[in-house]
């Protein structure tokens, strides 16, 4: 982010031009202006008016211009102001595991903290964390009688004893979710009755209604279609949507809708299903200048609404479930204006929030697959689709499907990239498509490009899991990952816990410190080993990473929304069995 200010210089130093001079630069001006011809000038300007967004703070006016991807906006400001000025865009730095100062845990992520600690022992007094700029504990580092390598070594051992801690932590309520997965894959509708509120329109409908204007710069309203599915891409086959990364909300709600266990009487009711598309109501102020009382207006109106509900009064809103479009971070602001407090209202700790990347300390986060562009309708298009991408033609080695972060320093993106683009020594075996650039904004070339490579490089981007890894997955490419929270420990519903069976993992830390060249180390796996891991994602994982369509009739397989709602029941019976 550039920032631009102005500020008043003492008369002295200040020369002034003569009136004669400015004249001169004026016409000077007005010449070069007037040989631009009106036609490319008119364009030039709709083009900056329709890629860019203004916003107005105070007396600062900052310039936002778009970027591929939502949460990318780069901006310039101007006014009077201080020169580090920034609009809190959010930049969620390559996250593994999020710790607070000793002993508690915050949103600060623990893989920035190698980097935090400066050689003298300290940790750096400003880092950006979720877009805010925070102040983190300083650790005094005493230089008289004591021996700094001996303080460095306990600093490194008591922030190694709590990066365990905080890993142990996070792996126990991995187990726990695991314990919720059901082994009943037949079980009938009896006591299993699912129970959709029929919320006020505000909370969803109308929110899709305003799909035209959620963004500045976009019309959402094409991936709406087809009950939020997007709009087929017919030379992908049956079954492939234009489907966007956040529409999960509409796509679950219509299956609930359809699921042949609901009921209408809430007294026959295990679960309950509440139909906010929360997602979707903080996607609309994102970019736009308003009080954070705005953004929380519509989640503190559906606590009044569901506070009014006799199921929720009941057992305090245990058995409910609410479906999140977007990760938790954006729910769950403390300071600063980015995202909404929805997840920090203390009536919402004890619903299930299911979402596409959980808060890693949250028993009632969980993750689910990122919705993909295929959803099939039958048995009949999963096995068609298994067979073409097992007898794919896998020409090259390896594939990156992104783009740079010029702008975060943590990211090893650009050293992959670097390493990607010099495979020319071992033969081009590694393929770069540059998504800065537009090569990624239609499905089908990354689609491809995953559907002939036998690895896809996988490294954190705005947060740390991605939807490409999704996309790879069902396209029978095995994800090379660099930090775990990108899917071990977020998907146990959907992921097994050994992650070798699906999934290469390089430590992002010896990718930064250039330690590791990730194209010469894969070239070292055998053919063997890259058939069984395919076999395994194609056979095994597949089917149960997709969202079949709202009418689907799948008898052989069980897809993702089929595991997410029998892990659900099980998950309420448990819950009844132990009150």
């Known amino acids: ?167 142990k932590e996070v792996e126990e309520q991995l187990r726990l979710h695991r314990s919720w997965i059901s082994e009943n894959k037949q079980a009938g509708c009896e006591g299993r009755g699912v129970y959709v509120y029929d919320l006020p329109s505000k909370f969803n409908k109308d929110l899709v209604g305003q799909c035209r204007d959620m963004v500045p710069w976009m019309d ?16 992908l086959g049956n079954g492939w949507y234009q489907t966007h990364q956040y529409s999960l909300e509409p796509i679950f709600h219509q299956r609930v809708l359809k699921h042949p266990c609901r009921v209408y009487n809430e007294n026959a009711a295990k679960l309950f299903y509440v139909p906010f598309y929360g997602g979707l109501d903080i996607l609309r102020w994102h970019f736009k200048n308003v009080s954070n009382d705005v953004k929380d207006a519509l989640s503190l109106e559906l606590i009044t609404w569901l506070e009014k509900q006799k199921p929720w009064a009941k057992n305090s809103g245990k058995d409910h479930v609410i479906v999140l479009g977007k990760i938790s971070w954006d729910f769950r602001r403390k300071d600063g204006s980015w995202g909404t407090r929805l997840l920090e209202i203390d009536q919402m700790e004890n619903p299930i929030k299911l979402l596409i990347e959980r808060q890693p300390w949250q028993p009632n ?53 670097k390493q990607c683009n010099s495979s020319a020594d071992n033969g081009n075996q590694c393929h770069f498509l540059d998504c800065s650039s537009g090569g990624c904004d239609q499905p089908e070339p990354v689609i491809e490009l995953f559907m002939e490579s036998e690895f896809c490089l996988q490294p954190p981007g705005d947060s740390p899991t991605r ?17 775990p929270f990108t899917a071990y420990y977020q998907y146990p519903w959907h992921l097994p816990e050994d992650h070798e069976k699906y999934s290469v993992f390089v430590d992002q830390e010896e990718v930064r410190q250039v330690k590791v060249n990730v194209v010469e180390m894969l070239m070292k796996i055998s053919k063997k080993e890259r058939d069984d891991m395919r076999r395994y994602i194609v056979y095994e994982l597949l089917p149960g990473l997709l969202y079949g369509d709202s009418t689907a009739k799948l008898e052989k397989f069980q897809d993702a929304f089929s595991i997410i709602m029998s892990n659900l029941m099980e998950r309420v019976t448990k819950m009844d069995s132990t009150a």
């Open 1 to 167: 982010m550039a920032s631009i200010s102005m500020f008043k210089r003492k008369s002295k130093l200040t020369k002034k031009p003569a009136p004669k001079e400015v004249c001169n630069y004026v016409i000077v001006l007005f010449k070069f202006l007037y040989r631009i011809p009106a036609a490319f000038l008119f364009l030039f300007l709709i083009y900056l008016w329709s890629s860019s967004t203004t916003i107005i703070s105070g007396n600062i006016v900052h310039i936002c211009v778009s970027s591929r991807k939502l949460n990318d906006h780069y901006c310039l400001s101007a006014g009077r102001t201080q020169p580090n000025f920034e609009i809190p865009i959010p930049i969620i730095n390559n996250s593994s595991i999020y710790l607070q100062t000793p002993n508690q845990r915050s949103n600060l992520p623990l893989s920035l903290l190698p980097t935090l600690y400066q050689d003298n022992g300290s940790i750096s007094p400003e880092s950006t964390v979720n877009g805010e700029m925070v102040m983190k504990e300083t650790v005094e580092v005493v230089h008289d009688e004591a021996d700094p390598v001996l303080m460095r070594n306990g600093e490194n051992k008591d922030r190694e004893e709590e990066i365990a801690n905080a890993k």
């Open 220 to 235: 959402f309203c094409k991936y709406f279609k087809n009950e939020a599915l997007g709009e087929p891409i017919p030379k």
């Open 365 to 417: 986060d969980i993750g689910i697959p990122h919705p993909t562009h295929f959803h099939p309708h039958s048995d009949d298009d999963i096995m068609a689709w298994q067979w073409k991408i097992i007898s794919s033609y896998r020409k090259k080695l390896v594939s990156f499907a992104g783009a740079a972060r010029p702008g975060a320093a943590e990211s090893i993106r650009s050293i992959l990239i």
């Open 467 to 483: 939807k490409s890894l999704f996309d790879s997955l069902i396209s029978g490419c095995i994800p090379v990952l660099f930090d």
